[in-house]
């Protein structure tokens, strides 16, 4: 015998004030006896632990609570009932309404980062009584916001110059590049929507060595305001190559860089009243690394300034 969930939606992509519809479906050889079925949707802002690290972020762990967003329970059937063999479908609803829920603050994006994590699950349980084991099954569904429901209207694109010499750069390089002349000039958006790519352009003006290539990391950072104390950690989340060998001088590369949906969110603040306050915001990166020759740049993408 079997259960699973499945969403009308098969994107699960849902936003506030939307209904949520689903099945919870079983496959049984016999018949079924159960005292109610229930399902249970839950949304947290969690700390997680990653496998093998031990960091600071990490000790915060016992500290720090989980931030509850939603949680609420439906009872699809409240008294005893028998499910029959074969296939059996099991309709329930609800709706993402922060009114309904008692739950008066707002529906955070889904974010799956390396630290921290806002994840909204369904949970279907099948209830047996005390002798007999409970059947469950649970589903993730992911959650945006609405652009209409922003507070203030979408903020225009903005960009910023940046460049890379010789003289920019704080750790060792190759003899040819202290010698000769190395410059490479562009701009980047610094405000765009997290379903916009972040686009800009690089021009390599001259380099002193071959190019072998070029790449845009983004780097994803993490913190934590626990007390007085505010711990970060970064990570990198991607890497897009937008050239691949000697790039010709005076040349204009577009930089196209579309974000990892579930791996970014906008900069958000939240947290408890009881002396522990959980702080999350993602700040990007955007550095071009120029083939082994270890030359780099930091261009600042602020999250702050990312709209949804």
Known sequence: MSIELKLSRPS?????????????????TTPLSYHKILVTVTGAVNLQVRGGVAGVIES??????PLCIIKKSIEVASSAGKLAPGRTEIPFSFSLSSQENGNHGAF????HGGNISIQYLITADIMRGYLHK???????????????SL???PVSPESVRFYI???TQKHQLLPE?????????GKILTECSLMDPIRGELVVEASAVPIRSIDVQLLRIESILAGERIIADTSVIQTTQIADGDVCKS???????????????????AGSTKGWVCEWNCDFKVHSTIGRSKVGTQAFVESENLCT
């Open 251 to 269: 040349l204009t590369l577009p930089i196209y860089v579309i974000l990892p949906r579930l791996l970014v969110c906008p900069t958000v603040r």
């Open 134 to 148: 409970s059947l469950s099954a649970t589903l993730e569904f992911i959650v945006e916001s609405d652009k209409a």
């Open 165 to 167: 010499t010789q003289d």
């Open 177 to 185: 590049l202290l010698t000769g002349r190395f410059r490479i000039t």
């Open 151 to 153: 507070a203030g209207p």
């Open 12 to 28: 699960r992509v849902y936003r506030p004030g939307e209904s949520v519809e689903g099945k919870i479906i079983t496959t049984l």
């Open 60 to 65: 915060l762990y016992s500290a720090v609570k």
């Open 108 to 111: 955070y994006e889904t974010f």
